[in-house]
RNA sequence: GCCGGGAUGGCGAAAUCGGUAGACGCACGAGACUUAAAAUCUUGUGGGGGAAACCCCAUGCGGGUUCGAGUCCCGCUCCCGGCACCA
């Protein structure tokens, strides 16, 4: 073995350039041929989950938000692994749905082609912003291999009942002539080409997610997500306790029915109308009814005298779009049906309306309308002078006290009868019991959280899996048959049928019946891209398996994901999905968890200068040209730097510079460092107590305050002449290694050319420093002193000093005296920080 | 309207079991090196007063609790994100 040159010796001889590109080239081959990237997912240690949201390939390349996502994920993955986990972080593609598809009927070019282009540039671009994804287990959601396992969870739901069929109005745009999804309806618009949008009814799948609803909502109070996530979602299940309230049931009943049995027709005009209400304390102050207008009862209860108008409105309302129909600020307008309902707890009779505000498709579609103490009805009430009446009243308030508005907030029941009195608590207890017992009202819990559409009248999908029989009806296809391929369609352009592109293809949906063998037809909707993405990370670690969805041994060592990361943009819908999808598994006794995230954090989202990105203000940050001019290792830094992972960040150009300025003192500090002597004692100490923070904010995602602490560290490196100690900066080049992979190994290399045995090693897998308390402990401490709360002096004391060393020395500072005089009052000691003294 | 999150120097931001406000970085000023520029290095930088020592003011606004408040409480304003006639 030759004498090992130190560092020093080789910066002599050639200037330390330090040259991003070539360096993140060098390493990102060398982590591809070693296959540094791919662990040994039945074999590794102390496995690691480490899952970011996979993209969506758009044709644009990757955008900053994702890069920004992975990055903060690819650090922490970084950072378990070489705290010596095996971590798996798999990367895919979420490339099915409407928007590819649109995407690819805008540019002329067919999905199967457009998509795999996509793909090789997000590659390109991930590549090069040096993540440690395991190529090795790239999935597609597009791709048959992983569809046809899409498909089998359709069927495993409709095995147990969770999947169904019904009619279910959807946005249509008799221009377009196709379904829009809400979000493609503007201000009751389509948003391509502006035509008003219509509603109509068409059979689609769905999944009963709502079974799921309340222990999608219970298990939030355990698991651990960032709270933000876990609110969006408890708001989205929307749980409200109340009671279901029958108007109109006669007293002395028929002798048939149970409370809630619609009557027969030839009892008009007194058919029973349950309502659904999380005010039964209110009930006595229910002046009348309103049902949607689409609710089957209007038939009933319309009289003669009102049939045309009522019929004018309904047909009116179900032009409507769905989008507009809600909205809050509308004018209240409705129509009276003619018939009046018996008020159970008043025996009033009270005139039922129809009226767009009231929804059908929440709790009974009917409401008991309160206008003395609901904002809505208050004003539907004031538009058509229907009677006000006020039940509640706070304290002190009387109870014939004017209504100039609803009063919705607390108090004690007035003009109720037997309850008034009562606290508004109270007298929903007490009501709902008192009317359950004559039958007229059950307790009840509703759920805002509607089943899950699953179709899709589009091409770009995966089939639905189910073939239609005139003998036997709906039969699945046997999971031997899946895949259903997608076949190729030459023009899978929506069009004016109302139902999928694919029932253009007679010799697709022809088949034979599975069950009987007769002519059959196959299911021409496909599903919705939320179910492709509901279950991947199941998919990922058993991604070369062909045989099952995901491998019983793999799936029981690396899930549920130990961390995932992601946009709250999906806090509702995908997340929630995914949950239920994991749930359902669980319960077929495929999966042995029901939660299929151990740790959610949801990032922030990234603005430029101030603004949100967007291509029409041409502020768009590409990845490509900043990775190009300053390099990966700077990009990636510079993006974790500019604020707190969670909240986002103000990317500005100007601020990389000194991210890169210090990326480059690192370089020329660990080149230069020496081996010989001994390193410096307060470097040392500052070592430790940035070993210390950059370990802690790195495991809380602090990411941004780790970076201050290693550039404060570098910082006393380079004070004052000397040249630093090799000591010093080899666990610095390990603190920044998650954060600047590339130049981290290729400074780890040259530290250790020469010396036998580790020169193989590389700084992932060389371990993560461990903070030493001992050496972090500083010698003397500054205390501060206040007279009267204000800082008057600071004191230098040695680190052992007792309260009463730090008092006498407060009182014995000259400044301090200025303002002390006589005896203090009181004087408030914190160990390690401060004096106070009060005079 | 409801639910989250936020407001701190010229700018991005630190600091929240209440305890030295502005770490770190950008930008800017001064200096060193250079024929010069860039790069690099040193140094200064919240506002006001003062020759200085120091003093006063300052964390969106108005109150309060406390020896002490960016942090806690009450009442507002504005910004961002989400949901939105859910009875």
Redo the contacts with the bound molecule.
């Keep these: 073995m030759t004498t090992p040159s130190t560092s020093r010796d080789r910066a002599a001889d050639e200037p330390a350039v330090y040259d991003a590109s070539s360096i993140e080239q060098k390493w990102q081959s060398r982590w591809q041929e070693e296959g540094t990237n791919s662990p040994d997912l039945e074999h590794g240690e102390s496995p690691y989950y480490q899952l970011m949201m996979f993209p969506y390939p758009s044709a644009e390349g990757l955008h900053i938000g994702n890069l920004y996502a992975f990055t903060g994920n690819d650090i922490q993955g970084r950072f378990r692994r070489q705290q010596g986990h095996t971590v798996f972080e798999p990367i895919g593609f979420d490339a099915f749905g409407i928007h590819s598809e649109n995407f690819a009927l805008k540019v002329g070019v067919h999905p199967l082609e457009l998509i795999p282009r996509n793909i090789a540039n997000f590659r390109r671009q991930l590549s090069a912003a040096g993540l440690m994804v395991d190529w090795s287990r790239e999935l597609s959601t597009t791709d048959p291999a992983y569809y046809k396992w899409t498909q089998w969870i359709f069927l495993k739901l409709y095995e147990r009942g969770l999947a169904y069929k019904k009619g279910a109005a959807v946005n249509w745009c008799p221009s377009c002539k196709t379904v829009l999804a809400n979000e493609q309806v503007i201000a009751g618009a389509c948003e391509r080409c502006g035509t008003p949008v219509e509603q109509r009814f068409l059979d689609q799948w769905f999944f009963r997610i709502t079974d799921y609803a309340e222990r999608l909502l219970k298990n939030l109070d355990w698991i651990d997500w960032s709270?933000?996530t876990k609110?969006?979602q408890r708001?989205w299940i929307?749980r409200?306790e109340?009671a279901e309230i029958v108007f109109g049931k006669r007293e002395t009943g028929n002798g048939k029915g149970e409370s809630g049995d619609p009557f027969p027709v030839s009892h008009l005009p007194f058919p029973a109308v349950p309502v659904?209400?999380?005010?039964p304390d209110t009930v006595f102050g229910a002046t009348y009814l309103v049902l949607?207008p689409e609710h089957p009862l209007v038939e009933q209860l319309t009289t003669a005298e009102q049939r045309a108008e009522v019929d004018a409105y309904r047909e009116r309302t179900a032009r409507q779009d769905l989008v507009s129909?809600?909205?809050?600020e509308?004018e209240?307008t409705g129509v009276f049906t003619g018939a009046t309902a018996t008020n159970p707890a008043t025996g009033e009779q009270v005139p039922v309306w129809i009226a767009?505000?009231?929804?059908m498709e929440?709790?009974t579609?009917a409401?008991m309308a309160v206008p003395g103490h609901?904002a809505?009805d208050f004003e539907f009430a004031t538009a058509f002078g229907l009677p006000i009446v006020r039940v509640v009243a706070a304290d002190g308030e009387s109870p014939e006290a004017p209504l100039g508005e609803a009063y919705t907030g607390g108090g004690r029941l007035v003009n109720s009868g037997e309850f008034s009195g009562m606290t508004v608590a109270d007298g929903k207890r007490a009501i709902t019991e008192w009317l359950a017992r004559r039958g007229a009202a059950d307790a009840r819990i509703?759920f805002?959280l509607h089943d899950w559409c699953i179709s899709r009248q589009r091409y770009w999908g995966p089939p639905i899996p189910v073939i239609y029989c005139d003998a036997c009806g709906t039969v699945p296809v046997p999971e031997q048959d899946l895949p259903v391929e997608l076949p190729y369609l030459e023009n899978f352009k929506p069009d004016d049928t109302g139902v999928s592109p694919l029932a253009r293809d007679e010799s697709w949906y022809r088949v034979l019946c599975p069950r009987c063998g007769g002519l059959g037809r196959r299911e021409t909707d496909v599903s919705d891209t939320f179910l492709d993405s509901a279950w991947y990370f199941l998919r990922y670690p058993s991604v070369r398996r062909g045989d099952v969805p995901f491998d019983d041994t793999l799936t029981r060592r690396w899930l549920p994901v130990d961390w995932y990361i992601g946009g709250?943009?999906h806090a509702?819908l995908h997340l929630l999905y995914a949950r239920f999808i994991t749930m359902v598994l669980h319960d077929a006794g495929l999966l042995p968890f029901e939660e299929p995230f151990r740790k959610f954090r949801a990032h922030g989202?990234i603005i430029r200068d101030?603004a949100?990105m967007s291509k029409t203000k041409g502020n768009v940050v590409n990845p490509d040209v900043y990775i190009e001019q300053w390099g990966a290792d700077t990009f990636r830094t510079y993006l974790m730097f500019?604020?707190?992972y969670e909240?986002g960040?103000?990317f500005?150009d100007?601020?990389i510079?000194?991210?890169r300025?210090?990326l480059?003192?690192l370089w020329r500090t660990a080149l230069e460092a020496t081996a010989g002597g001994e390193p410096d004692e307060a470097v040392m100490r500052k070592l430790h107590q940035t070993i210390r923070k950059v370990t802690e904010d790195t495991a809380a995602l602090?990411y941004?305050?780790a970076?201050?602490a290693m550039?404060?560290y570098m910082?006393t490196l380079?004070?004052g002449e000397r040249t630093a100690h090799r000591d010093e900066v080899e666990p610095l080049v390990q603190l920044v290694a998650p954060y600047a992979p590339h130049m981290a190994e290729e400074l780890w290399e040259r530290m250790h050319e020469g010396l036998s045995g580790v020169t193989r090693q590389r700084v992932l897998d060389s371990g993560w420093p461990v903070a030493d308390s001992a050496l972090a402990a500083e010698e003397m401490i500054?205390i501060?002193v206040?007279v009267?709360?204000?800082?008057?002096a600071?004191l230098h004391l040695p680190a052992g000093s007792t309260q009463a060393d730090a008092e006498r020395a407060a009182l014995a500072d000259a400044?301090v005296a200025k303002f002390v005089t006589g005896t203090p009052k009181?004087v408030?000691y914190?160990p390690g920080?401060?004096v106070?003294i009060?005079v």
């Excluded at 129909?325 to 809050?328: A, D, E, N, S, V």
């Excluded at 009267?788 to 008057?792: Q, T």
């Design positions: 709270d933000s609110t969006a708001n929307g409200s109340g659904f209400t999380t005010r949607a129909r809600k909205i809050t509308k209240k767009d505000y009231v929804l929440y709790g579609g409401i609901d809505r509703n805002r709250n943009e509702v989202m101030g949100k500019l604020g707190p909240e960040g103000d500005r100007s601020g510079s000194g991210v300025r210090f480059e003192r602090g941004n305050t970076i201050a550039m404060e910082n380079r004070a500054e501060a206040q009267n709360g204000k800082l008057r600071r400044q009181k408030i914190v920080r401060l106070s009060v």
